[in-house]
């Protein structure tokens, strides 16, 4: 046994409240190295002397990647404070875990268990909007999805694209194609940057209570969300509160005044005067060294009160339901805990959601984000189907490891994407291959969490890396796959009909690197993934209904293929 894989420690990250008296205990261990692990618990202020109250229970193994086994417990009790240890049993020795030592024999003295107080565990739950769990999203650039005037088809569809070209995309132009993110059946409508900025993405905001005068207006804004509302679609706006454009006006005044300006201690300043010309590197910190982007020093209270306050005025001017938050790994954990305390004290079903693109589990604690947009999800993903550098196995254990490490609660909450804004159009990356692509949409809605569709990528829209990914919409039906279209809109309806298809527990996973078939079996539910470009016969499928198309199989998958049925 592999002791020093052994990972669990007596805090809310493997041991936590999901509601009043029921609480989650997790472990991780080596892959493959146990047979079976046993958790030992007892009340930890009544002694065996008085009353008995040890107990145990075997814990399930909920995910395994290429390195990991991951198992966790969920228990029910009412107490001031649980002890806990670990039983370990390998196929030739048992080791005994509890506070933080390995033992050959079963703890007996308290003082070696783990340590579980109650009321402080639920007291520190975490709490996201229920109504989030397993939405969908539906990701807009403003200034490219839809004009409410009128725009030639030369400067709409300009490929490629540049970061300053401006084809006239506004509020109203999205609030007169809701009836495609309603007929797609899509449940968030996550927007980037639509306050005042030179620039066509809006990164580099002048200022955060003025709509960009290209987009409309706050009342445009307002009619937006209300008239989504209606239809059933949450709306989120981008956050960004890291950096500023230049002529926000405390750089603004950093600029004129320079040493003697009042806002000098909200920026990171080096020295004077300012390098602001391209191709030099900025003598202030900034967003990735572009001198347009200066980085706003959080730990600064008059900066935390300005944007805690934009947050909430727009929560409660326009009724939004919630904040995707730029760049948030690089600001700090303690303007998050303020920022979050204050936004859920008054509106508790807001959703925040950080920009991050490695795992984030210091920011996932239940005191900072809801949750994340998933890169790893997407990396999976490109990994199989675009660089194929994974394995089947591989892919599937890139999957585990997600869902091995986040929060319980997190899980579902994930903003799983194949492309962005930030990102080259999946479809282009892979060669504009449809069966991957139909692939890569059913790996994302077929799976738990938020998917996050990239407006465009449900025709089938092409585009290079940022900012070639940032083309007009696809409204024009000559430019359109409708037959992508149908199997996104397929896809979703499956999603919502058969809402067993997302449950992530007791699952039957076997996956084939020879054939590349990745199954998993459901309660109630079987899906079967081909991963590779040749067709495979599976028995168990002859005469059954595919879910998606309503097909008849005769057994045959072909490449690059997925087949849904119930059981």
Known sequence: ??????????????????????????????????????????????????????????MVKYASDGISDYYE???????????????????????????????????????????LPQTLREEEMYIVPSWAKNKIIYQIFPSRFSSSEDVSEEIWYKAPIGH?????????????????????????????????????????????????PSFGSKEDLIELVDKAHKLGIKIVLDGVFNHTSRDFFAF?????????????????IDSFPLIMEWGKKPNFKCFSYFCGMPKLKEDNPS???????????????????????????????SFWREFRSEIKKEFPDTLIIGEVWHYADDFLDGDEWDTVMNYDFFFAVRGLLKEERSTVTEFYQEL??????????????????????????????????????????AFQLLSPGMPLIYYGDEYGMHGGKDPDSRRGMYWDKKYQDLELYDWYRNLISVRKTHEGILDYTDLDVQTDDVTGLLRIEKKDYVILYNTKDSEIFIDELKLKMELITGAISDGYMEGYSVFVYKK
Not at 13 to 35: E, G, P, S
Not at 81 to 109: H, M, Q, W
């Open 1 to 58: 046994m592999e002791l020093s894989s052994i990972i669990h420690s007596a805090n809310k990250r493997y041991a936590y409240a999901l509601d009043k008296d029921t609480f989650l205990i997790r472990i991780r261990t080596k892959k493959d190295d146990l047979t079976k692990v046993i958790l030992h618990y007892q009340d930890k202020y009544l002694t065996t002397l008085k009353i008995d109250t040890r107990k145990e229970i075997e």
């Open 73 to 115: 417990i969920t228990l029910n009790f009412h107490l001031v404070c649980l002890r806990y240890f670990f039983e370990l049993v390998a196929s030739d020795e048992t080791y005994y875990f509890g506070n933080e030592r390995f033992f050959k024999n079963p703890i007996e003295d308290i003082d070696y268990m783990f340590d």
């Open 164 to 212: 300053m070209d401006n084809i006239g995309g506004n509020l109203r132009g999205i609030i007169d194609r809701l009836d495609h993110m309603k007929e797609l059946n899509i449940d968030v409508i996550y927007m980037t940057p639509i306050f005042k900025s030179p620039s066509s993405h809006k990164y580099d905001i002048v200022d955060y209570y003025t709509i960009d």
């Open 252 to 268: 603004k005044d950093i600029r004129e005044n320079e040493e003697k300006s009042k806002y000098l201690d909200w920026y990171y």
């Open 303 to 333: 900066v935390r009160r300005y944007f805690i306050d934009v947050a909430k005025y727009w929560i409660k001017e326009a009724k939004i339901d919630g904040w995707r938050l730029d760049v948030a790994d690089e600001i700090a954990h």
């Open 400 to 441: 585990s490891r997600i869902k091995g490490k986040v929060h319980y609660r997190v899980y579902p909450l994930l903003w799983n994407l194949l492309d962005s804004h930030d990102t080259e159009r999946f479809y282009n990356g892979i060669n504009y291959d449809k069966r991957k692509m139909k692939l890569a949409a």
